[in-house]
């Protein structure tokens, strides 16, 4: 099975900051990732697809890069409605593992 | 518009049995694949089942392989989880997702608002 380990686990940040995760996969997933923004008590939100491909409806500060085994999610400038916790998701296999996510605080 | 909803949460003992449903709306249900992910108390997100759009083929976690069964009615518009020998760690919040595409290999773009099953004795 392929392993992604999500770093950092939690996130300190203030709203203006730019903001990394990075995503490892413990093989090659070629594009074949998503991210997801989970908040207590709602559905997970796909914000991008393919590595790089934002959601419709997504806003511009978020991005994400990486081929292979390295991605990040970046968001440029964080807002408020941005601290939650994101997780990135392989779907180059059927198991479709998950990262153990990052949860993004206030700093 | 798209809409996922679960029912069919609630208590069980260890070693039974209960069955989830989702209820699918806005979209053409028959031409997408449909999955459950759950997610554990403190826990991160973890997939448990794919059901392809046709349902002819359906893929488990390991955690699951053998105890869970992922099924879905196209007439109906309805997937199911029949989960069997139930266990404590079994314990989660239970999402019924949309992927986007037909086929397994695809992330979710639709998402049901979770249902929670506690396994205790």
């Known amino acids: 099975d392929i392993q992604m380990t999500q770093s950092p686990s939690t996130l300190s940040a203030s709203v203006g900051d730019r903001v990394t995760i990075t995503c490892r996969a413990s093989?090659?997933?070629?594009?074949?990732l998503a991210w997801y923004q989970h908040k207590p008590g709602k559905a997970p939100r796909l914000l991008i697809h393919?590595?790089?491909s934002l959601e419709s409806g997504v806003p511009s500060r978020f991005s994400g890069s990486g081929s292979g085994t390295q991605f990040t999610l970046t968001i440029s400038s964080l807002q408020p409605d941005d601290f939650a916790t994101y997780y990135c998701?392989?779907?180059?296999?059927?198991?479709?593992?998950f990262g153990g996510g990052t949860k993004v605080e206030i700093k | 518009q798209v809409q996922l909803v679960e029912s069919g949460g609630g208590v069980v003992q260890p070693g039974r049995s209960l069955r989830l449903s989702c209820t699918a709306s806005?979209?053409?249900?028959?031409?997408?694949?449909m999955h459950w992910v759950r997610q554990a108390p403190g826990k991160g997100l973890e997939w448990v089942a794919v059901?392809?759009?046709?349902?002819?083929?359906?893929y488990y976690a390991d955690s699951v392989r053998g105890r869970f069964t992922i099924s879905r009615d196209n007439s109906k518009n309805t997937m199911d989880l029949q989960m069997n020998s139930l266990r404590v760690e079994d314990t989660a919040v239970y999402y019924c997702?949309?992927?986007?595409?037909?086929?397994?290999?695809?992330?979710?773009?639709?998402w049901g608002q979770g249902i929670l099953v506690t396994v205790s004795s």
């Open positions: 806005g979209f053409t249900f028959s031409r997408y694949g």
């Open positions: 059901t392809i759009y046709d349902g002819s083929n359906e």
């Open positions: 093989e090659s997933i070629s594009m074949w």
């Open positions: 998701q392989e779907y180059n296999t059927y198991f479709l593992t």
């Open positions: 997702a949309k992927g986007i595409g037909h086929n397994y290999g695809n992330p979710f773009d639709t």
């Open positions: 393919e590595t790089s």
